[in-house]
């Protein structure tokens, strides 16, 4: 009954979706206010609608109904209950049902909070918003349904993939659609902006908080997707750049651009065509990724669903919404007003070279990805792209970017002094020598390379910080003028600074584990010592066990150094029964500063007793993560700023209306 | 003008849209060769290195082995290269190579630096015995059954997710029919 129920929740869906997709439309082209108005109650009804049938699917996976086919398919009675939730969306179906209802979500935020908006811009935005809903119901309702039953129900289900029994990827698709997702809402506002025909500072100030939490989730969903591949894939790489990383990656990189092309539009009136096509594109490479990765057109580890039914379907959806937003651009975007004018050298400047450097970036990483898609398309044969390409074009791209990053935000806006701003970042260059030097001294002769990510790193860290001590007056005026400084500052001015400090950390990280990791392969028998990196590795012994789904045959080890004891490793192996799979479970053990990772290979034929052991030192790799948590709690706290919840145009209404005048 | 600017993005994204609708039709884990099942070409190979052994067809038969074709100059070998470590080591699986066009010290150089995972190593230095596997790129691997039988193929780096879901998969299936 309940599966029915959620079944029949997501139809209605659909039909509030199609309502909220026109009605409002047809209303703010002939101004008539009840018409728009249907969008509020639709867009929270949508959200309630979808929210029952996703919590209609996740009962079933809790009471184990083995009598929903979804349900049989992904999940076991054994499963500890996290993974059982976790199973919900760790499948096609469930995980576009999660798409959806994060969907429905933002259009119900902007339902809820969007008081400021002009009736007109809201109805529109609302109905975009809607237009994509009704495209995804349609996709799952028809391709995908999640709630099909099975008769005769089996007595117990075939469990999910092991691979993505874990908490770290638990997680990970719940973020990473909210980042993803959250892109429609710079794409509704785009594209309701060009029906509309304005674009002004005021839409760029209600943009910016959705492309804001969209960042910040996506970063928060990557990192964890980066950290699930680190420490459960068992071969100590953090970033393979595979294509559904790719595909997570390049709407993170053209996001970025856009929050930062946005503030332009807000400050200065300018870049309005460019950061509207940066809102639909950003919102499309979400799509690409959500067709990359459902279609199965590339295959990778993460491709847990492939169906060319739904690919065509999917492809059909991408084609129509972009090419759609892409023509009405071509339509309306040419007659949008320039706005300020501004020298090279100047904020402004420096945020178009961000512009240029990312969105450059992106192409490279598109391209990349799908390269191999061009040539077999056109009968040129088959190949494959990997890291090195990645490696030769993306980092060249990067150092600019992170060199200007400390720069700009020193410059002012229309002209700047570049002169200044360097010199005010004087205390910035001699920290960053000394990180370098440090670097030096540590890892004699490690390459080259390894030292400018170190130095680039340091520059982005203290130059972010530089730039709040220079706009606080720290030292420079008495401690109480500075902290009264402080207080005052904008949380954007906060979330800029620590979200710039936090990239530096995550450059930090991944320079130290491309530079300095160190690798030991090795059979090893218990009782055995290994060494690396100056600590002393013993191996003690391996025992087997079950635990809930799984066989897990553990290892002990103990880590020393000099002799001193430090800490007991259990690296395992795991055997899922249920669905014929082995995971291998790396021990890490981490100081903050460097990890030491320890996995536990396969018993050696003939049995002489040995296992086949990983060791790897990985300095400074923990900083990735901390780096990019750093980044995602500069996105939060730049949304917390006053002036996204207080919005100065409803504000200004109210100064010159200050009660509600009868209507004529 | 102007206009062209605005309609750009449109064209190129129709341009896209084409090449996933021949995506579609399409699949890329599948990797043609006209040699998939049959037997590896007859030849015969000096070592490279000189207490090692060469490479002939005759000894890629009797058990499931792999050939991988590398060269010291290729980068994408670099890449490979730990993951052939690891399925040599730890796997035990029996990987043998052809040295692809290639100076023999350089190679030499190149295996001292990252270690050596080959239980052989043939020197092709001008290359002809590549032509006869069919080799248009390098790196390349192919999986070899226990009758010297070419059962699968991977052009490019070999990835650790290859090597999870089909070469491991594959070794092991072919093996138990040698046993059963």
């Known amino acids: ?664 | 003008m102007r206009r062209l600017i605005y309609i750009l993005p449109l064209g190129l994204f129709v341009v896209l849209a084409g090449y996933f609708a021949v995506g579609l039709t399409r699949d890329p884990s599948v990797v043609p060769s006209a040699l998939i099942d049959k037997p590896v070409p007859e030849f015969t190979l000096p070592p490279l290195l000189k207490d090692g052994q060469g490479l002939a067809s005759a000894e890629l038969k009797g058990k499931v082995q792999l050939v991988n074709v590398f060269a010291s100059w290729c980068v994408p070998c670099r890449v490979e290269h730990p993951v052939l470590m690891r399925l040599a080591k730890e796997q035990g699986v029996t990987v043998k190579a052809i040295n692809y066009k290639d100076k023999p010290e350089d190679a030499i150089r190149w295996l001292n630096q990252g270690g050596n995972p080959y239980a052989a190593i043939g020197a092709d230095q001008d290359g002809r015995v590549s032509i006869d596997w069919g080799v248009y790129g390098v790196p390349e691997t192919y999986v070899i059954d226990a009758e010297g039988r070419i059962r699968y193929k991977v052009v490019g780096p070999v990835m650790p997710d290859e090597v999870e879901r089909h070469i491991l998969p594959l070794i092991k299936s072919l093996q138990g029919d040698l046993q059963g």
């Open chain 1, 1 to 664: 009954m309940i599966p029915e129920l959620g079944h029949y929740a997501l139809v209605l869906a659909l039909f509030l979706a199609l309502v909220q997709a026109t009605l409002p439309l047809i209303g703010a082209a002939r101004g008539d206010i009840a018409w728009m108005d249907v969008a509020k109650p639709a867009a929270i009804g949508q959200f309630t609608m979808i929210l029952v049938s996703f919590l209609a699917l996740t009962y079933a996976y809790v009471v184990s109904d083995f009598s929903v086919l979804n349900v049989v398919q992904n999940s076991h009675s054994m499963k500890p209950m996290l993974y059982k939730v976790a199973g919900v969306w760790g499948n096609h179906e469930g995980s576009m049902l999660l798409w959806v209802l994060i969907l429905a979500m933002f259009g119900g935020a902007v339902a809820l909070f969007g008081h400021n908006l002009p009736p007109t811009l809201k109805a529109r935005v609302l109905s975009v918003q809607a237009m994509i809903g009704v495209a995804f119901l349609l996709f799952i309702i028809a391709t995908s349904n999640p709630f099909i039953r099975v008769d005769p129900a089996p007595l117990d289900g075939t469990d999910l993939n092991p691979l993505l029994q874990d908490p770290g990827l638990a997680f990970h698709p719940p973020f990473l659609y909210f980042g993803y997702v959250g892109f429609s809402m710079a794409f509704s506002f785009a594209v309701a902006a060009l029906i509309e025909g304005r674009v002004d500072p005021a839409w760029a100030r209600w943009v910016r908080p959705w492309t804001l939490a969209a960042w910040s989730g996506l970063t928060m969903g990557i990192a964890l997707g980066s950290w699930w591949a680190y420490y459960e894939l068992g071969w100590g790489g953090w970033w393979f750049w595979d294509p559904v990383e790719n595909a997570s990656f390049m709407p993170w990189l053209a996001g970025t651009a856009l929050l930062h092309s946005a503030i332009v539009v807000e400050k200065r009136d300018a870049l309005k065509s460019w950061t509207i096509l940066l809102a639909i594109l950003t919102f499309t490479l979400s799509l690409i990724g959500t067709f990359l990765v459902r279609s199965g057109v590339l295959t990778s580890v993460h491709a847990f669903a492939v169906d060319p039914a739904r690919g065509v379907f999917i492809l059909a959806l991408l084609v129509i919404a972009t090419a759609g937003a892409l023509l009405l651009y071509a339509i309306r975007a040419p007659s949008m007003k320039m706005g300020g004018l501004f020298a090279p050298i100047s904020r402004e400047g420096a945020l178009v070279l961000n512009n240029l450097l990312l969105s450059t970036a992106t192409a490279t990483v598109f391209l990349g990805t799908l390269y191999p898609l061009f040539l077999d398309a056109i009968d040129a044969g088959k190949v494959s792209v990997g890291p090195p390409f990645f490696n030769a074009t993306f980092i060249p791209l990067m150092v600019p970017l992170i060199a200007a990053m400390s720069v700009g935000p020193l410059l002012a806006w229309k002209r700047a002094d570049l002169a200044g701003a360097l010199s005010r970042l004087k205390f910035a260059a001699v920290l960053t020598v000394i990180c370098v030097l440090g670097a030096l001294y540590a890892y004699q002769g490690g390459p080259v390379m390894a030292l400018l990510g170190v130095a680039l790193a340091a520059w982005a860290f203290f130059g972010a910080i530089i730039e709040l001590t220079d706009r606080i007056k720290l030292f420079r005026a008495p401690l109480a003028e500075s902290w009264r400084r402080a207080v005052g500052l904008p949380r954007s001015s906060w979330g800029m600074t620590i979200a710039h400090a936090g990239m530096g950390v995550a450059i930090a990280g991944m320079t130290g584990s491309a530079a300095w990791m160190t690798e030991r392969i090795q059979v090893m028998r218990p009782g055995d010592t290994a060494q690396i990196a100056g600590y002393e590795l013993r191996f003690d012994q391996v025992e087997e066990r079950p635990i809930a789904n799984y066989q897990a045959k553990t290892g002990t080890f103990t880590l020393s150094r000099n002799g001193e004891f430090l800490a007991t490793l259990h690296p395992e192996e795991r055997w899922f029964p249920v669905s014929r799979m082995s995971t291998t479970e790396a021990a890490i053990r981490t100081n903050w500063v460097s990890d030491l990772y320890v996995v536990l290979g396969q018993e050696q034929q003939g049995g002489t007793g040995g296992y086949a052991t990983r060791l790897y030192h990985h300095p400074l790799v923990p900083w990735i993560w901390i780096g990019c948590v750093i980044m995602m709690i500069g996105g939060c706290v730049s949304l917390s700023d006053r002036r996204f919840r207080i919005g100065v145009p409803a504000r200004a209404k109210r100064d010159r209306q200050p009660t509600p005048q009868p209507a004529e």
